[in-house]
């Protein structure tokens, strides 16, 4: 089983730029391919970033390529969301999950607000 706990998160102007990190326990972290969600309200939840366990390949949706960066440390159990030039479409909830999501693994997440 593993427990993810998000944090980072803020209010940002646009523009700005937060990382998010997602601290895993359990040891099914180091063999999963993580990924990063994101929930706005009265949307679905999608998937904007993956990053392929065992390797450092990376995936990411169109509207955040170019802009937003998934790299994790094993070492750590932890998995990280770099987030530049926000814009105000980007403000979610961001969870982390595997990828595909484990269901018993969601976690709070944490709230990006993009605003002046």
């Known amino acids: 089983q593993v427990q993810l706990v998000e944090s980072g998160g803020g209010l940002v102007q646009p523009g700005g730029s937060l990382r998010l990190s997602c601290a895993a326990s359990?040891?099914?972290?180091?063999?999963?391919?993580m990924g990063w969600y994101r929930q706005a309200p009265g949307k679905q939840r999608e998937l904007v970033a993956s990053?392929?366990?065992?390797?450092?390949?990376?995936n990411y949706v169109d509207s955040v390529k170019g802009r937003f960066t998934i790299s994790r440390d094993n070492a750590k159990n932890t998995v990280y969301l770099q987030m530049n030039s926000l814009k105000s479409e980007d403000t979610a909830v961001y969870y982390c999950?595997?990828?595909?999501?484990?269901?018993?693994?969601w976690g709070k997440g944490t709230l990006v607000t993009v605003s002046s």
């Open positions: 999950n595997g990828d595909p999501p484990l269901a018993s693994a």
């Open positions: 359990g040891s099914i972290f180091r063999i999963i391919s």
């Open positions: 990053i392929i366990t065992g390797s450092s390949t990376t």
